[in-house]
């Protein structure tokens, strides 16, 4: 423990608590994937974003973590890995630099317009897919070596087209450090997106609320009518209401 986070916790026992739980958590995390995955297999962790947003992609990210030794500086480095959603954004960010540069890492999408035609959940499902397979591409394995590999996937539901040895945990991205990965990828990725995008559609106030149904988010679109980055399906069920979808451009 570095000494001003020692002699801050000695002042206070609920930041010393907080600390503490936060390196737990990381070796539980770390735990549950190597009962998962065994003693032969390579575990990839995938996770999608964006999946209850009115706009823009579903993002999913695949991650092999290294081995991560208790006490290494890497373990210290991660110690505060969790669901990507009980993180502030510097720590997501800060995760993110840190798994690009130990981990393997692959990021996928499925656009708008795959969401509209083969409804969300698949869409999400595809985009898991897809990360998985570039994940192995950039290893360049052949198919006799797919039988190595345990995809777990943060959920209950199997990616179907992913012919490989698949496990669902629900939460996962409270239980496994590889899924928990891919979610902090997956979001960081995500909101940055969102935040360029925003640029261009300053109205939609993307940079704050990332796509997501936020009450500011739902006047604008009332007020300026949905964009080409909107999932007009979604609009017509949270909305409740007929709105124009001739696309703004």
Same mark, same amino acid.
């Given at each position: 423990?570095?000494?001003? /986070?020692?002699?801050?916790?000695?002042?206070?026992?609920?930041?010393?608590?907080?600390?503490? /739980?936060?390196?737990?958590?990381?070796? &539980? #995390?770390?735990?549950?994937?190597?009962?998962?995955?065994?003693?032969?297999?390579?575990?990839?962790?995938?996770?999608?974003?964006?999946?209850?947003?009115? +706009?823009?992609?579903?993002?999913?990210?695949a991650v092999i973590l290294p081995p991560i030794r208790t006490g290494s500086k890497l373990s210290q480095a991660l110690e505060d890995l969790n669901d990507s959603k009980q993180l502030s954004g510097?720590?997501?960010? &800060?995760? @993110? /630099?840190?798994?690009?540069? !130990?981990?393997?890492? +692959?990021? %996928?999408?499925?656009?708008?317009?795959? $969401?509209?035609?083969?409804?969300?959940?698949? @869409?999400?499902?595809? +985009?898991?897919? &897809?990360?998985?397979?570039?994940? =192995?591409?950039?290893?360049?394995?052949?198919?006799?070596? $797919?039988?190595?590999?345990?995809?777990?996937?943060?959920?209950?539901?199997?990616?179907?087209? =992913?012919?490989?040895?698949?496990?669902?945990?629900?939460?996962?991205? %409270?239980? *496994?450090?590889? $899924? %928990?990965?891919?979610?902090?990828?997956?979001?960081?990725?995500?909101?940055? #997106?969102?935040?360029?995008?925003?640029?261009?559609?300053?109205?939609?106030?993307?940079? *704050?609320?990332?796509?997501?149904?936020?009450?500011? !988010?739902?006047?604008? $679109?009332?007020?300026?009518?949905?964009?080409?980055?909107? &999932?007009?399906?979604?609009?017509?069920?949270? =909305?409740?209401?007929?709105?124009? =979808?001739?696309?703004?451009?």
């Amino acid at each position: 423990m570095p000494k001003s /986070e020692t002699a801050n916790s000695k002042k206070n026992p609920r930041a010393q608590a907080e600390y503490l /739980e936060c390196g737990t958590r990381l070796k &539980r #995390m770390l735990k549950f994937d190597v009962r998962m995955r065994g003693k032969e297999a390579i575990l990839i962790g995938t996770d999608e974003v964006g999946r209850g947003c009115l +706009a823009g992609p579903v993002v999913a990210a695949a991650v092999i973590l290294p081995p991560i030794r208790t006490g290494s500086k890497l373990s210290q480095a991660l110690e505060d890995l969790n669901d990507s959603k009980q993180l502030s954004g510097q720590q997501r960010q &800060r995760l @993110a /630099e840190i798994i690009h540069l !130990h981990a393997q890492c +692959a990021i %996928a999408e499925a656009s708008v317009a795959e $969401i509209e035609t083969i409804n969300i959940l698949k @869409a999400s499902l595809l +985009a898991m897919s &897809r990360a998985v397979n570039k994940l =192995l591409d950039a290893r360049c394995e052949t198919e006799s070596a $797919i039988g190595n590999y345990l995809v777990a996937i943060d959920g209950n539901k199997k990616i179907t087209d =992913l012919q490989m040895d698949q496990v669902t945990v629900i939460d996962g991205d %409270a239980h *496994s450090a590889s $899924i %928990a990965a891919a979610s902090v990828i997956a979001k960081v990725y995500r909101d940055k #997106m969102m935040a360029d995008l925003a640029v261009q559609f300053p109205q939609y106030l993307w940079e *704050s609320n990332k796509g997501y149904a936020s009450q500011a !988010h739902r006047d604008a $679109i009332k007020e300026h009518g949905p964009t080409q980055w909107h &999932r007009k399906t979604f609009l017509d069920r949270v =909305l409740n209401e007929q709105l124009t =979808l001739a696309l703004e451009l």
